[in-house]
């Protein structure tokens, strides 16, 4: 929503396979979620 109204955004479809036998799902989602925050947030990725 944008000053009230409903409005169309830009979207990107994002998929990623984890191998359970290699990464926990906790840690994999963790890692999913972060790299979320980055792609919605260029200016972190200078925090790192």
Known sequence: MRNGA???RPTLALS???DHRVADGAAAARLTGRIRELLE???AWAEG
């Open 6 to 8: 409903i409005v169309a």
């Open 16 to 18: 990623i396979a984890y």
């Open 41 to 43: 947030s260029p200016a």
